[in-house]
Nanobody, 124 residues
Framework: QVQLVESGGGLVQAGDSLRLSCAAS????????MGWFRQAPGKEREFVAG????????VYADSVKGRFTISRDDAKNTINLQMNSLKSEDTAVYYC?????????????????WGQGTQVTVSS
C-alpha cells in the first residue's frame, strides 16, 4: 500500500504560479510511476502530467505543456508539480496518483493509489 497526501493548492490570480506537492508513505516509493490528474466540476478526471519511476521520462497533457513541470525526489518520497502562467481553466481539484509497474499512463483507471486531492482555483 502507498498513501499519498497532496498539498499546496490555493486561490491565485491568472498568470500566477503555484507548486503542488505529493508526499508518499508506505511501500517503496522509488519504483512507482507517478502522475497528476485534475477534475473540474461537472467534468471527468483528466491527466495532467506523469513521471517515470526513474525520473528520466515525463509526459504532459497538451493543455499544460510548457507551463507545468513535474519532478520527483525519491529521497524525500515526494513529487511536485510546478504550475506557471496559470489560467482560469486550470481550476480543478488536483490529485496525485501512483502505479507500481509500467510506463507513464494517461488513463486514471491504470493507477492504483490516489491522494485525497487539493483544490486549485485561478481567478481571472
Amino acid at each position: 500500500q502507498v498513501q499519498l497526501v497532496e498539498s499546496g493548492g490555493g486561490l491565485v490570480q491568472a498568470g500566477d504560479s503555484l507548486r503542488l506537492s505529493c508526499a508518499a508513505s508506505g511501500r517503496t516509493f522509488s519504483g512507482y510511476v507517478m502522475g497528476w490528474f485534475r477534475q473540474a466540476p461537472g467534468k471527468e478526471r483528466e491527466f495532467v502530467a506523469g513521471i517515470s519511476w526513474s525520473g528520466t521520462s515525463t509526459v504532459y497533457a497538451d493543455s499544460v505543456k510548457g507551463r507545468f513541470t513535474i519532478s520527483r525526489d525519491d529521497a524525500k518520497n515526494t513529487i511536485n508539480l510546478q504550475m506557471n502562467s496559470l489560467k482560469s481553466e486550470d481550476t480543478a481539484v488536483y490529485y496525485c496518483a501512483a502505479r507500481p509497474i509500467g510506463r507513464v499512463n494517461i488513463y486514471a483507471r491504470n493507477y492504483d493509489y490516489w491522494g485525497q486531492g487539493t483544490q486549485v482555483t485561478v481567478s481571472s
